[in-house]
């Protein structure tokens, strides 16, 4: 093989296999940049049924996630990280209550996400909700 044909061969070899990173980067930007996606949590229906969805896989979001409607408007959803900081335990909606409660320690949070009671300090984090068909979504990093 001559050089010529080599470096061709380079080339050609370089370029397919770039070619799904710049087809990622160009079909969706906003995952190319800032690193995060939206992950299915369950179904409308599930929600409905179970009145909160909990994602504690971490392996397939870094966070775990809960998943709401917003008690004043239940045509509006609210998402918040899961994880208490205080060991890391998920926490679950109570509806009666209006709060989420950790299954731990007991550890209380306002449905904005601040700590109403201890042993946790930290609130539980904002997550952005996306309704698609039938199928709820939340972003995750």
Do not use: Y
């Not at 190319?32 to 994602?55: E, M, N, P, W, Y």
């Not at 601040?114 to 990093?141: H, K, W």
């Amino acid at each position: 093989m001559n050089r010529r044909d080599f470096l061709a061969w380079i080339g050609v070899g370089g370029l397919a296999s770039s070619l799904p990173l710049a087809l990622a980067a160009t079909t969706s930007p906003s995952l190319a940049q800032s690193g995060s996606r939206f992950i299915t949590v369950g179904t409308l229906a599930q929600l409905d049924a179970q009145g909160q969805l909990l994602v504690t896989d971490t392996r397939r979001a870094p966070k775990k996630a809960i998943v709401i409607r917003d008690p004043a408007d239940r045509t509006k959803f609210l998402g918040r990280t899961a994880n208490c900081n205080h060991e890391n335990c998920a926490v679950d909606w109570k509806a009666k209550d209006n709060s989420f409660k950790c299954k731990c320690h007991g550890a209380r949070f306002a449905l904005n996400g601040s700590v109403i009671q201890g042993p946790a300090t930290q609130p539980l984090e904002a997550l952005e909700v996306r309704i698609e068909g039938q199928n709820v979504l939340v972003r995750v990093s």
